[in-house]
């Protein structure tokens, strides 16, 4: 049996959309099963009492951004710097949810991270959100579903089953009970996911 891989993850984490970038071919190369796991990040930093880790002093934050800008060389990927850091991603996550109830979340998850970190843009604007549903062919109506408590609640209940099983940030990826944070540990992710192929008969 495939094993599944849970992507917790939040539109305002830029080593996240890196990470968007790798482990769809990671997946399919174990033959694994991706399942895309919207969270809200700042329901984690808000439980677990900190902050992102590029708003504890300039030093991190100057070098994240060496960092991140290091990775994307790597990878061959674009991008750049949110000038609007950090974006309210509430509405965002929750129009995840509700675009996930009907079969539109991943094109839409792949879009609004190009929108936040390669295009720039506000993704806490409506306007943006809307634009975005009809790039990749969604009724503009979900967006209305984010005001509905059962979206509301789904995205909360996402965020605290992450909490418990102890993700402390974003992306949070498990196979299991097996945490791998970080773009930087897909690596390991994907040896993971070796061994457990050698194991199915």
Avoid: C
Avoid at 88 to 109: C, D, I, K, S
């Amino acid at each position: 049996m495939a094993e599944t891989v849970e992507f917790f993850y939040d539109f305002g984490s830029p080593f996240t959309y890196l990470a968007t970038t790798q482990i769809e071919a990671i997946v399919e190369r174990q033959d694994a099963v991706l399942a895309w796991r919207p969270f809200l990040l700042g329901g984690v930093f808000k439980a677990l009492n900190t902050t992102a880790p590029a708003l504890h002093s300039q030093e991190k934050a100057r070098w994240m951004l060496a960092d991140l800008e290091r990775w994307s060389t790597h990878y061959e990927i674009p991008f750049q710097m949110n000038p609007l850091f950090p974006v309210n991603t509430l509405q965002a996550m929750r129009l995840a949810v509700a675009a996930q109830e009907r079969g539109h979340q991943v094109p839409l998850a792949r879009r609004l991270f190009d929108d936040m970190w390669v295009q720039g843009k506000n993704i806490a604007d409506p306007a943006v959100l809307t634009e975005a549903l009809a790039f990749v062919g969604a009724p503009v109506s979900l967006l209305e579903r984010t005001a509905s408590g059962h979206v509301k609640d789904r995205l909360k209940a996402n965020t605290e089953e992450a909490i418990s099983r102890g993700a402390f940030g974003a992306p949070a990826i498990f196979v299991g009970d097996e945490l791998f944070f970080g773009n930087d540990r897909l690596i390991f992710l994907e040896k993971r996911l070796e061994r457990g192929s050698e194991k199915t008969p």
